[in-house]
């Protein structure tokens, strides 16, 4: 029966975290120091998120009992909240062949401290003395909550073998399409022969590991569903394992998930989920990525508070600083500096970013300064200097080819398309939109593609090759239609009526020769109609 | 809907106490529930009788004159002390006794406990009692009382600073105020200061005659002077606590001291450890036939008859958890036949049925998990010599109490019920290990 199993018993462990109540007695038995350690951190991460303090108490040292409830109760005088006390090196005190005094003494103590020290005492032991409470102490034992006992894994676990290759890479979107759905495959094989194995702890994280890998990769395939359905088992097992940073971090996820495709109210919930078990565990860095992603998102709402999501980019930079986080402090940068942007004060924005390129100057981190670079292009675009955003496309797109880093040139090729698109240069327009699609189709970037095709579709409009137009746009409207993306819709839909108002082509006929589902082209009717109403009207 | 339910949200039950054993809970708590006939016939009787007062808990012959030394036993969690406290108070009237409770385990150090400490604590919660209502007594027994610890006491101890600790504050106190403080201050000494503690013992041992003399004639004086102010017939001494004494401590006290502590002259109540039960030869001497506290009577000697017993502990688990928390009936019937009768047992199976839940009820699935939870208890405890003296029980119906028996219940592994009936732990019953010892047995193989 799988009562026994290491899993099981963090299960029951976490249950018995929830319900604490007043005076209770635990005892642990543990199979190896790691396995105690692990467990500990478990307690103490998720005591951490309940606002309990847990205390670790060494009584290895002590001769009598009086020493013990003396130091027990100058600590509980200390403040009113709830605790634990973690009763370590129980251990010296239980010899071999012989009754233990401290835990005889401990039995007569259990009776005074459970009339008026309402905490909780966890008692460690090796699992293999477990049963010297029994004898030494039964009235203790008597009077126990419950007994966990965790075996060590080390021994009983066989060394991890999935006979699959599996793709090492840093990020999700290095992989190209082929890579992913190889990625894909790997994963599904590894979760089976994992699923076969009996529950170990060992096990359980690995399995919650290949769930999140899972998520990510449908989340960058696209597939909206299936990726949550995956970040879900994650979270279930990350649960039962009391994996609270784990727990933090599959949030942050599951909150990029519906910030992609086009929830912020529900992405910022998770964003505060995952923020509150960061900041209760003091993890300075997963708290300081949550604000960011924070920050990120309300940017995307449609009407944003400029001065809320600065200062939640600034909270983030704060800590990113204090913690010597370079690369994401640039990357805070960034943001904060779109943020000017977008709220029109493009000299600000240059301003943290021509600061934030020179401390990069010279160091190798050539990905950093290509995006730095990349980004002056875009401010540089808002301030329709076209010829200075040309070379900082130039020069980014230089240093990130130089750098072999694919997927990341496609967005300043694009960049260099809008440029020439700004220039009315529609030849070298094309050719640049067409370059950076090629590269989104490979990596399978999806909203990229429509966005890169929305653009191919205005310049078709501006050369009048209007039936080529509606394809563009209409695959861009399938798409972002597919990630909900309300904004990018409406641009899109302004841009179909501009192109099917357009006079002297047959727009009827063109929608009906589309190679699209009935349902596109029941809207593009839809707009048609609209279109020829309101020109009656005005007549 | 009945109004004495347990809560009906999940959690609520954990929050309420309801999953609570370590206090002895006081007539009037919801969770409290009238377990004597279901422990058995007349099962107080043999408390009763020798205190006068019948099985209704009505005062019929109370001997003035004549004392009872009483041990009061039962395994850990049988609810001895909620059953002390219901005692002392249905004892505690004009036609009945005046009732005092003490517990070592509260006012003593629990570590080193001699039976002089006992004595000590003794006095002065009865002081205390009689202070608290504001009675006075004789001054010349007072005096007597005060000229005995000055110069038998406060004068021989050789620590000044103690000796100033004791007599300071002692001087402007009088009557039983003065009593109460003297022997809260010896108590407090000799928990306290491990030096001055066999001093003050030796002080006290050496001479006993002497303390015994003036002591039981101020327990005399007490006595009177509540029958002339129809407090009590009598007084009565309930000690709770001693059952938590190691066996070595126990036996120290209840069986080398045995003459000590019956000689003062008054009721005592003692709860010891259920060993001491089987040791009559030492103990019938001195004190009353031990009284055991037998667990709750749920199945009549295996004829399957439920008795008032069932009734009783399914009353007990409703008033801590209401029945809609359950997924059905026999989930409860299952738990009350894994109990044995025994109350400790109940809730530690509720426990971890709770522990082990999934669904937020106590289901089956819970109970059956919690259950297999608390055999790997069990047989991390026992050893091939206990299972197999444990298959010996089971074959054999045989009453020995042999060391190796003597342990099994003290640990509870083996139950006691009215009329010294034994019954293995029904959970113990139910692990692998007993079951293979069965069935070697029945094989016809040796161990």
Request: net charge positive; hydrophobic share 30%.
């Given at each position: 029966m799988d009562v026994h199993s290491n899993p099981h018993q963090v299960k029951r462990l976490l249950r018995v975290l929830d319900a604490l109540n007043g005076f209770e007695l635990v005892i642990f038995g543990f199979g190896s120091l790691s396995i105690a350690l692990e467990i500990q951190a478990v307690i103490k991460n998720n005591c951490r998120v309940k606002k309990i303090e847990v205390i670790d108490f060494d009584v290895s040292g002590l001769e009598h009992i009086g020493e013990f409830e003396a130091m027990l109760r100058e600590k509980a005088d200390k403040g009113k909240e709830y605790r634990v006390f973690n009763i370590l090196g129980m251990q010296r005190h239980v010899k071999i062949g012989q009754a233990s005094l401290f835990l005889n003494q401990l039995n007569l103590l259990r009776d005074r401290l459970a009339n008026d020290f309402p905490y909780a005492f966890f008692f460690w032991l090796p699992e293999s003395l477990v049963h010297r409470f029994a004898l030494d102490a039964p009235d203790l034992w008597a009077w126990r909550n419950t007994v966990l006992v965790f075996e060590d894994e080390e021994k009983s676990m066989e060394p991890e073998s999935i006979p699959f290759q599996r793709l090492e890479k840093e990020h999700y979107e290095e992989f190209n399409l082929k890579e992913k759905q190889s990625q894909i495959n790997y994963l599904h094989d590894a979760v089976k022969t994992l699923m076969n194995k009996s529950r170990t702890l060992k096990r359980d994280k690995k399995l919650a590991g290949f769930y999140s890998d899972l998520g990510r990769l449908y989340h960058s395939l696209g597939n909206f569903s299936t990726s949550l359905e995956n970040y879900q088992k994650t979270l279930g097992i990350q649960g039962t394992l009391g994996d609270q940073t784990g727990i933090a971090s599959t949030y942050n996820d599951v909150g990029m998930l519906y910030q992609k495709f086009g929830k912020p109210e529900e992405a910022l919930q998770y964003y505060k989920k995952s923020l509150e078990i960061s900041q209760a565990l003091g993890n300075k860095a997963s708290v300081a990525t949550a604000y960011r992603y924070m920050g990120r998102t309300y940017l995307s709402?449609?009407?944003?508070?400029y001065r809320e999501a600065l200062a939640i980019f600034e909270q983030s930079l704060k800590i990113f600083r204090e913690i010597g986080d370079r690369l994401n402090e640039s990357s805070i940068i960034g943001d904060i500096s779109q943020l000017y942007y977008l709220n029109g004060d493009y000299a600000t924005a240059k301003k943290y970013l021509e600061e934030d390129l020179s401390m990069w100057q010279g160091t190798g981190e050539q990905n950093v300064q290509g995006q730095i670079l990349s980004n002056l292009g875009t401010i540089a675009m808002g301030e329709r200097k076209f010829e200075e955003a040309k070379q900082y496309f130039q020069e980014a797109l230089k240093i990130k080819k130089e750098s072999n880093n694919l997927y990341s040139q496609a967005p300043t090729i694009h960049q260099l398309g809008n440029v020439a698109f700004e220039e009315r240069n529609w030849e070298d327009a094309k050719l640049h939109y067409r370059e950076a699609l090629k590269i989104f189709q490979e990596f399978n970037d999806r909203n990229s593609q429509a966005n890169t095709y929305g653009q191919l579709g205005i310049v078709a409009l501006a050369e009048t090759n209007y039936a080529s137009s509606l394809a563009y746009f209409v695959m861009a409207l399938e798409i972002f239609s597919e990630y909900n993306a309300e904004n990018y819709i409406k641009i899109i839909i302004y841009n179909l009526s501009r192109l099917l108002s357009q006079p002297g082509w047959d727009a009827a006929g063109a929608i009906e020769a589309l190679e699209t589902g009935e349902e596109t082209k029941k809207v593009l009717r839809l707009i048609l109609e609209e279109i020829k109403r309101r020109a009656t009207d005005e007549h | 809907m009945n109004a004495n339910y347990g809560p009906m949200d999940f959690w609520q039950v954990k929050k309420e106490g309801s999953l609570k054993f370590n206090e002895a809970l006081?007539?009037?708590?919801?969770?409290?529930?009238?377990l004597t006939e279901a422990r058995g016939e007349n099962v107080f009787n043999r408390l009763l009788k020798p205190l006068g007062f019948d099985k209704g808990f009505t005062p019929r012959l109370i001997d003035e004159h004549e004392n009872h030394y009483i041990l009061f036993c039962g395994h850990r969690g049988c609810g001895k002390s909620t059953e002390l406290n219901r005692i002392a108070e249905k004892l505690h009237r004009p036609d009945g006794y005046f009732v005092v409770q003490c517990n070592i385990v509260e006012d003593l150090d629990i570590n080193n406990i001699d039976y002089v400490d006992i004595l000590f604590l003794a006095a002065q919660k009865i002081a205390e009692k009689l202070d608290s209502i504001d009675v006075s007594i004789n001054k010349q027994h007072l005096d007597d009382l005060r000229g005995y610890f000055k110069e038998r006491i406060i004068n021989q101890i050789n620590k000044k600073e103690l000796a100033m600790t004791i007599e300071a504050g002692l001087t402007s106190k009088i009557g039983f105020d003065f009593i109460g403080s003297m022997f809260a201050k010896l108590t407090t000494a000799i928990k306290t200061g491990s030096t001055y503690k066999e001093e003050v013992r030796m002080l006290v041992k050496n001479q006993f005659s002497m303390f015994k003399t003036i002591f039981n004639r101020m327990l005399d004086e007490i006595k009177q002077m509540l029958r002339e102010k129809n407090m009590g017939k009598s007084l009565l001494v309930i000690i709770d606590g001693t059952d938590r004494l190691t066996r070595e401590d126990c036996d120290k006290i209840f069986i080398n001291h045995a003459s000590q502590l019956t000689q003062l002259e008054t009721n005592f109540i003692y709860t010891v450890p259920i060993?001491?039960?089987?040791e009559t030869i030492q103990t019938k001497t001195f004190y009353e036939a031990p009284f055991v506290l037998p667990n709750v009577i749920i199945e009549k000697i295996k004829k399957g008859e439920k008795t008032i017993g069932w009734d009783a502990m399914k009353d007990l688990i409703y008033r801590r958890i209401h029945p809609d928390l359950f997924d059905n009936e026999n989930t409860v019937n299952y738990i009350i036949e894994m109990s044995g009768g025994h109350i400790r047992e109940l809730i530690h199976i509720l426990q971890e049925a709770f522990n082990s839940s999934d669904m937020e009820k106590f289901d089956e699935k819970s109970v059956k998990v919690g259950i297999e939870r608390l055999k790997a208890d069990y047989m991390r405890l026992l050893s091939s010599e206990d299972y197999k003296r444990l298959v010996k029980l089971e074959k054999e119906k045989d009453k020995e109490s042999d060391d190796i028996m003597k342990n099994l219940l003290f640990n509870s592994v083996v139950l006691e019920y009215n009329d010294y009936y034994r019954e293995i732990n029904p959970i113990v019953k139910e692990t692998e290990e007993f079951r293979k010892y069965m069935n070697m047995k029945e094989n016809g193989r040796t161990f």
């Open positions: 709402l449609t009407n944003f508070n | 006081k007539p009037g708590d919801r969770r409290y529930v009238d060993h001491l039960v089987y």
